[in-house]
């Protein structure tokens, strides 16, 4: 599926912004490409670590960081991808979190933003209570 959104190169360098318990990092993970997911939760980055020790040999990079002030070099990263983050983040965050995204990102590379929408499946699943929703790791 991330194929299809976004087709990914092998040497690429993808960041998971706000990535919780490393859903997208350890998919991105298990297409070869070099991950690096950043979240402000601890528990959400511990988590994340276990998880993808059972899913795939390419680890993911995992940190503690503040989505509005990332720490990579300008030009660094060749995909951002933002899911389930920005519909927590209040006006100022969401520009400054956009601001640190435009400037890390390669100059012509992309920031891939997914926000959850109340017909998708997982989102029915929920109401349903047939999936946990997870804490509010952003």
Known sequence: MINLAYPVRKKQKVLGLGCGIGTFATE????GVSVIGIDSLTEALKIARKLSLRYTQNKPKLLLADTTCLPFRENELDLIVCANLIEYLNHEDYLKLLEEAWGVLKPTEKLLIYTPCPTHLFEILKKQ??????PNAH
């Open 129 to 134: 209570h047939n999936l946990k929703k997870r």
């Open 28 to 31: 991105f993970s298990k297409l």
